[in-house]
């Protein structure tokens, strides 16, 4: 646990997704597969929180989301939030889109990766969720659906006006957001919405292989690195250059860059232990 964490506890139960942590790898799986794993107030509210204690455990390098059943996430849950917003004043509307937009800001500021594993569908809020992530895996029947024009918002929601462009280019992102169509797994993948394309059948084991591989590597070295990228999407090249000069000087005094060196000229493979 970091020394930094102060008096608060961490969370002992999520209510609203099974979550579980193994030899590193921290996993979160959406559960309401009657629903295709739709999201409520509660669960938004909860991945928030979550993300924001994550890197403060002590017993995570990476993080894998992940859908029960038949789809990842098929978005906002109709009746229980579009239904209730319907009833609730503009002042609750702000606070909870300000809040399904804090989930994002978190997995993008938790500096553990997070690996998607998409099975079936991924849409509206589900389709940010898997954007926001650093890695998308998709089964090969997995497909995106940026939808929130077709159900009469802007396509713009929960910063994927800003993420999308950055990976897939302005031209599809407004091909994506404006029309809300459905996108499938190999077309993302052309595109490079998509890491990597697999069988159905072999989806939990390639997001395993993947996740085992960030946790067993030199994890300092990949959450820096995800930091960095982050923080580098809005400065400019003279400024972007030092702070990584500022990172790298840092990491050279790493203990995992010790121990290349070591490893190195005693001819054997790094024991990583990501400090």
Known sequence: MSRFRASADFTERWNNFEFAV?????TVTLSRPEKLNALTFDAYADLRDLLGELPHRGDARVLVLAGRGRGFCSGGDVEEI????QRLPTADHLEF???SGGVVKAMRDCPLPIVAAVN???AGAGSVLALASDFRLLARSASFAFLFTRVGLAGADMGSAYLLPRLVGFGRAMELLVLGEELTAERALEIGLATQVVDDDELPAAAGALARQLADGPALAYSTTKVLLTRELDLDLAGAIELEALGQALMMQSEDHREFYAAWSDGRRPAWTGR
């Not at 193994?22 to 921290?26: L, S, T």
């Not at 579009?82 to 917003?85: D, K, M, R, T």
């Open 82 to 85: 579009i239904g209730e917003l």
């Open 22 to 26: 193994e030899a590193g790898v921290a």
């Open 120 to 122: 079936g569908v991924a």
């Open 97 to 99: 889109t300000r809040m």
